[in-house]
């Protein structure tokens, strides 16, 4: 497939907008036992706790009767520490408070907890209604302490007897109370087990391959898949994240991976799914039936944050009731912190939110159950260390909050497997992505994502590879599930007696096998150098493929390691370059303004100091507008750095976008403001708020738009930068509160990648659609 225009438009955040957007800042609860801490959040100080105290005794004590606020601090305080928790004002300020807080948790009855639900919603109501009523009698009177001891000690029998009546509020709880060892020796007695399949079984660990293209490139997909395979990786899904969104573009790529299941005769063993947001997936299988095999989504811990995700529980849960009849089942994404970055946390900590997630899964697939009469196929990824250091910044952490989720998604009863993985902005490198694995595999995982190496191409995060599920399966003795490590024999990169073959690594050789289950007649040299060429255009649209391997059969080749490592490096360079002066000044018509960050390190560390303007860039902006007078143009083109300059000031990347776009606007009859607007250390929302500022006084029923251009999260060889294009009426403009459900995408724009020029094209495309026009081969529908 020759390459193409790629649109953005979701009908909520997918994973890769979670990920450009992540850096909300959060509103902080007031408490008076409260200290300000030094990154600028509140942090909860517990003091002379009374013997046997609870927290309801506490809180009463201190504020003279029941406090919902105290009660979500004092709660959050028995955390480990966590950048997110401290950046809402539910953190600990010491390790003494956090000892008194969980003391406290500790002496609470599960009865008394379940009458005070640390935030009420639909989602909190559904979680109840969805609990074992049976179960819960039987616990209710214990205190979390019992309860905690009763988990340690006791067999999986008699956890799985009382875990369907322990709501998600409880179980989100229960990880404050364990250390790691704890958490770990929990986990390794709880299996639910996909039904039909060795999947979520004691010593089993499998993969879901996730074959990302910078462009959707079908070949680049497949051939990331035939990379897998060489490894003797992947069983639970082959799981894509699309650029594009487009119905007809996510139809393209369902093709290419059921192409390859049904080549491969595997439709009853693998599962395929292009990680859209679920209405698009469903409407893609209405338009194109067959295509759509397992079903995504990504979940949150609050109604709130799911508006903006654009789902409902009843949404969900309808399409769980469509798959009546089917063998695939339904996939969700989860991961602290969503609801902290998107501004919806409403006061509660990150890992209940996590586990009010589990709950929402877990109803899920009770009502999955009753239309897969088979076993119902249900199972949750938990993307740790996706959002970046304003969740949390080490690798302790990332290895901590593994090890929670694990816990509190296996007492829900669910399959679940891990993304243990790192943005290229914290501190997390290489190798203690290793470290990690290492730490967290005692505690089996029902399976982990798998790249050609650590670095994802289009999402620009580190990961897992092919290669450590080869590393880990043999320190670990982890087995791939039984039908597909069949496959595998079938295809010789396994021998019978279960060892590798001389064609493991050999991405060619399944090449030639997929083409030889096809009935392909050509000699294998002839399939070989086909297969070659398309591995060089492959590579050449910048996705690696991995090839043999180094010393150890779990290392890459020396050649792609030491590119891997490069990346890396170029990444941290990038996330840690400046706009120059020269650079600013070179911009047509340039107002330069700055936001409340500091510094660089500033920004990176504390989000919010990047979403809003500095004193003298409001009065810039003020000065801008009312220069304007009553001539007020239709939109404005705002240019932030993001996170990483370099994309900005890379020869041939912003100067044709903003030619180009000035140009069809014009052709459009559509009027924008003759000044460009550059924001040194500028997130998302520092777009927003200049929108407000500058449109608040716009005709009330008039559209005004922004389009602003900030360089993307590092860590491709890309530098890629995308367009925020935020259109609405003026009186819109005029409320406040603009946020990313108002706001459509376009990506991963480069010189490498989509191309200025169609990046410009398809922004034009957007902005008519938002305003109600109609265009030739809608996106929606391609």
Request: hydrophobic share 40%; with cysteine; net charge negative.
């Amino acid at each position: 497939m020759s390459k193409r225009l790629f649109s953005r438009q979701r009908d909520g955040l997918t994973r890769r907008d979670l990920l450009l957007m992540a850096g909300a800042t959060a509103t902080l609860a007031s408490y008076s036992h409260a200290a300000k801490s030094a990154s600028g959040g509140l942090t909860i100080v517990i003091d002379d706790v009374k013997h046997g105290e609870d927290v309801f005794a506490y809180i009463s004590r201190k504020k003279g009767g029941f406090d919902q606020a105290a009660y979500q601090q004092v709660i959050g305080a028995a955390n480990d520490f966590k950048e997110g928790d401290q950046a809402i004002g539910v953190g600990a300020a010491d390790e003494a408070s956090r000892r008194k807080a969980r003391a406290l948790l500790s002496n609470t009855k599960i009865k008394d907890l379940y009458q005070r639900p640390l935030f009420e919603d639909d989602l909190q109501k559904l979680i109840w209604q969805t609990t074992d009523q049976a179960q819960y009698e039987h616990v209710k009177d214990w205190t979390m302490g019992q309860l905690t001891k009763f988990l340690i000690t006791e067999t999986e029998e008699k956890i799985k007897a009382i875990m369907d009546g322990l709501t998600s509020d409880t179980i989100g709880l229960l990880p404050k109370l364990m250390s790691n060892e704890e958490l770990i020796s929990l986990s390794r007695k709880i299996f639910n087990v996909m039904p039909g399949t060795k999947m979520g079984s004691k010593g089993y660990m499998g993969a879901r391959i996730q074959p990302n293209s910078p462009t959707d490139h079908p070949d680049d997909i497949a051939w990331q898949v035939f990379d897998a395979f060489s490894y003797a990786t992947g069983d639970i899904v082959i799981g894509t994240n699309p650029v594009d969104s487009t119905v007809s573009s996510v139809a393209a790529v369902e093709r290419a991976l059921k192409d390859i299941v049904d080549t491969f005769r595997l439709a009853d063993v693998i599962p395929w799914c292009v990680l859209a947001h679920i209405d698009v997936q469903a409407e893609t299988g209405a338009n194109f039936p067959g295509t759509v095999s397992t079903m995504f989504q990504s979940l949150a811990g609050t109604d709130d944050c799911n508006k903006i995700f654009d789902i409902t529980n009843e949404k969900i849960l309808k399409y769980a009731r469509a798959k009546k009849g089917e063998r695939y089942g339904l996939y969700f994404e989860t991961g602290q912190g969503s609801e902290f970055t998107n501004g919806a946390a409403n006061g509660v900590d990150m890992m209940v939110l996590e586990s009010r997630k589990y709950g929402f899964s877990r109803a899920v697939g009770i009502e999955l159950a009753k239309v897969q009469p088979e076993g119902a196929w249900l199972h949750v990824n938990d993307v740790a260390g996706f959002i970046g250091p304003e969740v949390f910044k080490s690798r302790e952490q990332l290895v901590r909050c593994c090890l929670e989720d694990m816990v509190m998604g296996k007492l829900h009863g669910l399959t679940i497997g891990l993304d243990i993985c790192t943005t290229l902005h914290m501190t997390v490198s290489l190798d203690d992505l290793d470290w990690c694995q290492d730490q967290i595999m005692p505690a089996n995982p029902a399976y982990l994502i798998a790249l050609p190496t650590k670095n994802d191409p289009m999402l620009s995060y580190l990961t897992t590879s092919f290669q450590d599920h080869v590393r880990l399966r043999d320190k670990f003795g982890f087995k791939v599930n039984d039908s597909m490590w069949d496959f595998y024999k079938r295809i010789g990169i396994v021998s019978r007696d279960g060892n590798y073959t001389a064609n493991y690594a050999d991405p060619l050789w399944v090449y030639y096998q997929y083409r030889l289950a096809k009935g392909d007649g050509r000699s294998k040299d002839a399939i070989y150098a086909e297969g070659r060429q398309k591995m060089r255009e492959v590579e050449e649209r910048g996705v690696d493929l991995a090839a043999g391997h180094g010393p150890n059969l779990w290392d890459l080749n020396p050649t792609l390691a030491a590119k891997v490592k490069g990346l890396y490096d170029d990444a941290k360079q990038s996330l840690w370059a400046e706009l120059t002066p020269e650079f600013i000044s070179a911009i047509p018509d340039v107002v330069p303004v700055r936001t409340l960050s500091k510094d660089r390190n500033d920004y990176i560390a504390h989000p919010n100091t990047g979403e809003m303007l500095s004193p003298e860039g409001i009065r810039e902006i003020e000065r801008m507008r009312d220069s304007w007078g009553d001539d007020l143009p239709k939109g404005q083109v705002v240019i932030s750095d993001g996170l990483n300059a370099k994309a900005i000031m890379d020869d041939g990347h912003l100067a044709p976008y903003l030619a180009e776009m000035r140009r069809l606007l014009a052709g459009a009859g559509v009027t924008v403001g003759d000044k460009n607007i550059m924001v040194t250390s500028g997130r998302v929302r520092a777009g927003y708020r200049i929108g407000e500022m500058l449109f608040e006084n716009a005709d009330p029923n008039s559209f005004r738009g922004i389009l602003h251009v900030i360089g993307e999260r590092p860590g491709t060889m890309h530098h890629a930068y995308s367009v925020y294009i935020t259109v609405a009426k003026g009186k819109r403009w005029s409320e406040k509160g603009i946020d990313h459900n108002n706001t459509k995408l376009v990506s991963n724009v480069a010189d490498t990648a989509l191309r200025p020029k169609e990046a410009a094209r398809e922004t034009l495309t957007i902005i008519r659609e938002i305003v109600g026009k109609e265009v030739n081969g809608s996106r929606r529908y391609g």
